[in-house]
């Protein structure tokens, strides 16, 4: 007559709490994920990522060929975004910021996050076509959907015009500096003369000192065409070739931080 029941942690991984994370355990487990970390060494060794390496090709074009396996990633930020929003709204002030656009916002739970708690606000939320087709249901869920527009595209083309603020939250260190320089260069000429943007990435702390960025670096080497974490001077200089004066770098409690910048 032995019972079983969860333990609080084994609670995370029920796909009906509030503080999921099963999502992203699946991502873990998927083998776009767990392949290439076998090939770590050759990472290392070489810089390049080990993704291409065992898939012949870059990780986001698996995706555009791997509906199943571009599900689980997509349903991965989704259940990691779950609290990392709730850090990023209580530890940035969006007050002041009429409309805010959130580039590859996946299915926008970070930007229904931040529009729950800015009433006034209205929101845009852009990716690729095959990423927003599930965003309509979120968003109506959020209570936010009459204040959200959804506009499908790719940002290494544009983004949408004339707004006062575009938000990316893992995006930038998806890339390498000269693309990502092309994507915050995009958002440089599309946004407002006084427009701002928010990058909410890890930043890696000076000096050998212990941070989860750190790990998310080998993740990024491992798994991206040349992605990586940035220090904060890393950071200055990109967004400076890029049209940008970095402003402040504002922590949350967890390891991700907004950086925020203004057009030069």
């Not at 942690?9 to 999921?20: I, P, V």
């Not at 090939?39 to 990780?59: N, W």
């Not at 915050?184 to 909410?200: D, E, F, S, T, Y």
């Amino acid at each position: 007559n032995r019972k079983f029941r969860l333990t609080p942690l084994g609670r995370l991984l029920r796909t009906d709490s509030s503080q999921a994370l099963s999502g992203y355990a699946r991502f873990v487990g998927d083998q776009s994920t767990w392949r290439p970390w076998g090939e770590l060494r050759h990472s290392v060794r070489t810089g390049e990522p080990a993704f291409d390496r065992v898939f012949a090709m870059p990780i986001f074009e698996y995706f555009a060929k791997m509906p199943e396996s571009a599900a689980v990633f997509d349903a991965a930020m989704t259940s990691i975004s779950t609290w990392e929003s709730k850090a990023v709204v209580a530890g940035y002030d969006f007050s002041g910021i009429n409309t805010l656009v959130d580039v590859a916002g996946g299915h926008g739970l970070m930007l229904a996050t931040i529009l729950k708690a800015n009433r006034k606000m209205r929101g845009i939320l852009f990716d690729l076509p095959h990423v927003t087709a599930g965003a309509t249901a979120l968003l109506e869920s959020a209570g936010v959907a009459d204040r959200c527009e959804i506009v499908s595209g790719d940002f290494f083309a544009s983004v949408p015009q004339g707004s006062d603020a575009y938000i990316m939250k893992h995006i930038i260190h998806d890339w390498d500096d000269d693309r990502a320089s092309e994507i915050l260069q995009n958002c440089h000429h599309a946004m407002q003369r006084r427009g701002k943007v928010l990058i909410v990435d890890a930043v890696i702390p000076p000096g050998n000192r212990a941070h989860f960025g750190k790990l998310l670096d080998l993740e990024m080497l491992v798994l991206t065409p040349r992605g990586r974490e940035r220090t904060q001077a890393e950071f200055r200089a990109l967004l400076k070739r890029s049209g940008f004066r970095l402003r402040r770098v504002v922590p949350t409690e967890t390891h991700l931080s907004v950086v925020e910048a203004t057009r030069r």
